[in-house]
């Protein structure tokens, strides 16, 4: 079946712009993770979704990220205000429950350059 | 807080000698453990996880991983390693209610 996929798969911008990463997550998956990873870092968590609601945001470096999950499918990370330090890999992941013992499963990620 | 560190930025290997990757782990409570390898230019792909019972769990492509509690490690072991293995290794770790954490990864390289 069809995995996780993210579009786009590139996205240049300019400092100050504001940009939106959208991630499908794999059908019939309740929990959706967004993950950013930095070059030469591992990934690091920014806000895990339970069905529509945000379960844990404490990752989400400051107010300028926000994401959404009306539905409970498709998620959207929205970046206001971009800055170059904000260029990275974003990835998402879902998994079928939320639960600790329940590995992700991670889409090919968003190149994003602020420049 | 948790973390996890993978001592090696690189592991060099031949081919058909066996592979260690090291990941050792911290956090609050039982553990759970993951693997995940990332190929260029592909997402991560889950390899095998440790949640509880027996110590050495196995997983896609013939790699296992060895779960040692009084050492906090989580050490990927293959006994036979093949060129097409040559990728970035995560080790991650999480608590029952806290985000999966990542190392900052391992690159193996195994040479014919």
């Known amino acids: 079946g069809a995995g996780v996929s993210q579009t786009p798969s590139n996205k240049v911008t300019e400092k100050g712009k504001y940009v939106e990463l959208r991630c499908d997550p794999i059908s019939g998956h309740t929990a959706l993770y967004w993950y950013r990873q930095s070059l030469g870092q591992g990934p690091e968590f920014l806000i895990y979704f339970q069905g529509t609601g945000a379960a844990d945001d404490s990752g989400l470096p400051n107010d300028r990220f926000f994401a959404v999950r009306p539905e409970g499918s498709v998620s959207t990370l929205k970046i206001q205000r971009t800055e170059r330090g904000d260029s990275a890999v974003y990835l998402c992941?879902?998994?079928?429950?939320?639960?600790?013992?329940?590995?992700?499963?991670f889409g090919p990620g968003t190149r994003l350059t602020v420049l | 807080a948790q973390s996890v560190a993978q001592p090696e930025d690189q592991v060099n290997v031949a081919e058909g000698n066996p592979l260690t990757v090291k990941c050792t782990y911290s956090v609050s409570g039982n553990p759970y453990l993951f693997w995940y390898v990332q190929y260029p230019n592909r997402g991560l792909q889950f390899l095998l996880k440790y949640i509880t019972g027996d110590n050495l769990v196995k997983g896609s492509y013939g790699f296992e991983a060895e779960f040692n509690k009084s050492q906090t490690s989580f050490h990927l072991k293959k006994p036979s390693a093949l060129v097409s293995d040559s990728a970035l290794y995560f080790c991650a770790v999480r608590g029952w209610d806290t985000p999966l954490v990542f190392g900052k990864g391992t690159r193996l390289s195994v040479i014919a």
């Open positions: 992941a879902s998994s079928a429950q939320a639960g600790a013992y329940n590995e992700q499963f």
